[in-house]
């Protein structure tokens, strides 16, 4: 079992930066896609940044070159550095990880991922 913890989030103005942290329960990065997925109010859950073992990522294009998802094998950690921070960032974040697969692509689809975090609000104010 795969246990996910989400902290960092908070209020912050448009422009601004923050830093997401998802603490895995135990090793998890040799064997596991990660993925950070954020839902706003009465929207669908969204696949915001992943990221294999091997390091290849993947970005929503709404947050390409403001966002960087990244990871510390030692702390069993993953990372979101948020930049750039637009009012329409402003939902709920989750961390994310499924068992990695050589068959499967890396994904940012909700359904291809197991195991969830409770979630961390942003909230970015204009």
């Known amino acids: 079992q795969v246990q996910l913890v989400e902290s960092g989030g908070g209020s912050v103005q448009s422009g601004g930066s923050l830093r997401l942290l998802c603490d895995a329960s135990r090793s998890t990065f040799s064997a596991h896609d990660m993925a950070w997925f954020r839902q706003a109010p009465g929207k669908e859950r969204e696949g915001v940044a992943a990221?294999?073992?091997?390091?290849?990522?993947s970005y929503a294009d709404s947050v390409k070159g403001r966002f960087t998802i990244d990871r510390d094998f030692a702390k069993n950690n993953v990372y979101l550095q948020m930049d750039s921070l637009k009012p329409e960032d402003t939902a709920m974040y989750y961390c994310?990880?499924?068992?990695?697969?050589?068959?499967?692509?890396?994904?940012?689809?909700?359904?291809?991922?197991?195991?969830w975090g409770q979630g961390t609000q942003v909230t970015v104010s204009s």
């Open positions: 994310a990880a499924r068992p990695f697969s050589n068959f499967n692509s890396l994904s940012r689809r909700v359904r291809d991922y197991k195991y």
């Open positions: 990221l294999s073992p091997d390091g290849l990522t």
